[in-house]
Structures are given as C-alpha cells and as structure tokens.
T-cell receptor
C-alpha cells in the first residue's frame, strides 16, 4: 500500500517568508509525527498528533512553528517568518494504533532551503 | 551530554565481515530502543527494535541491549556493499517521541 507522502519534496524560500509543508500519513494510522533533520544530525522531534489533537508539541523550537491536523489525517506544518536556520529536511512519520507508537514509518521528507 | 550518543564514523568493514554499531543513552527511564537505516538522501527506515536486555536476532541483524550499562548495539553479519548507509540509534521513554543519535556511517567495501 501507499506509504507516508509529503509535499513538496523541495521548497526554496526567502528569509521572512511563510511556508506550509504537508504530510499525508498511511491510511488508518492515527498517530502522526513531525521531525526535523539537519545535515549530519539525526532527526529531531517537533510535534506528535494522536487523532486531531497535538499530544506533544514540546519539540517546536518557537512560536513561528505551528502544525495542524484538522480531520485526523493530513497534517500541515506551518513556519512563519522563516530564518536561514530553519533550513533542514522536515520528516513526517505515522504509526498504526495496533502496533502503537513504536513502529513509526517515515515519509520521504521535504527539503526546506531558506535563502 | 547528548541524550543518545553514537560514533559518527565512518566505520569501514570488508564485504562478508561483521559490522558492529554502538549507541549509549543517558535516560535510565528509556523503555524502547530502535535502529534505523538511512541511505543518503532518503528517509530513515526501521530495521529493528528491542525492549528487553539481551539479544534479538532478525536475519543478518542482531540488536543487543544492556540497560545497566545504558548501551545498545547492532551487529550486521555477512556485511554487503548494499548495507552501506547511516545507522541511526533511537530511544523512547515514557513519551511517544523518538530521540535519535547523530548516526554512524557504515561503509562496506568489496
């Protein structure tokens, strides 16, 4: 079946602009996660949704970052007033309720470049 | 001290050898431990998870966990050039987020 999909695959923007990154999880997966991976680093947790609600947003670096999942499926990560330090690959993962949050399947990521 | 530490490598092993990848973690409350493989430019792919002390084998892969020493390792037997990738160790405590190390780059040469 289809895996986690993310759009766009690449996004180039200018400093100060607003961007939206989209994640479509595997069908039936109730849990959805956003991570950010900088070059040479491991993924860094941002936020976790269980259904429509954010169960843990402790990883969001500041109030410029916001994420929604209004219908419990697709999620959008929103970044306001982008900064060069926001450049990274943004990864989305999802997990099935039966397997729990241990088996997280990652999407291909969105590479964000802030000029 | 980082929460999850890995040697960045590269670890170079000849084809057919055993590759040994190591990871230490700082939170004694960690409950679940994971190894992900990440090819260059691709997303992480789950290889194995382990919860209990001891060894867990899956094909050519063996995960080893020692909670007393806060140490988890991954052994890859009969290493192949296709195993060349970055291997990420991840840990989960009593929350649902994964804490990743920086990864170890493995190179298997023919």
């Amino acid at each position: 079946g289809a895996g986690v999909s993310q759009t766009p695959s690449n996004k180039v923007t200018e400093k100060g602009k607003y961007v939206e990154l989209r994640c479509d999880p595997i069908s039936g997966h109730t849990a959805l996660y956003w991570y950010r991976q900088s070059l040479g680093q491991g993924p860094e947790f941002l936020i976790y949704f269980q259904g429509t609600g954010a169960a843990d947003d402790s990883g969001l670096p500041n109030d410029r970052f916001f994420a929604v999942r209004p219908e419990g499926s697709v999620s959008t990560l929103k970044i306001q007033r982008t900064e060069r330090g926001d450049s990274a690959v943004y990864l989305c993962a999802s997990s099935h309720p039966e397997t729990g949050t241990d088996t997280q399947y990652f999407g291909p990521g969105t590479r964000l470049t802030v000029l | 001290q980082k929460e999850v530490e890995q040697n960045s490598g590269p670890l170079s092993v000849p084809e057919g050898a055993i590759a040994s990848l190591n990871c230490t973690y700082s939170d004694r409350g960690s409950q679940s431990f994971f190894w992900y493989r990440q090819y260059s430019g691709k997303s992480p792919e789950l290889i194995m998870f382990i919860y209990s002390n001891g060894d867990k084998e899956d094909g050519r892969f063996t995960a080893q966990l020692n909670k007393a020493s806060q140490y988890v390792s991954l052994l890859i037997r009969d290493s192949q050039p296709s195993d060349s990738a970055t291997y990420l160790c991840a840990v989960k405590g009593n929350t649902d987020k994964l804490i990743f190390g920086t990864g170890t780059r493995l190179q298997v040469f023919p």
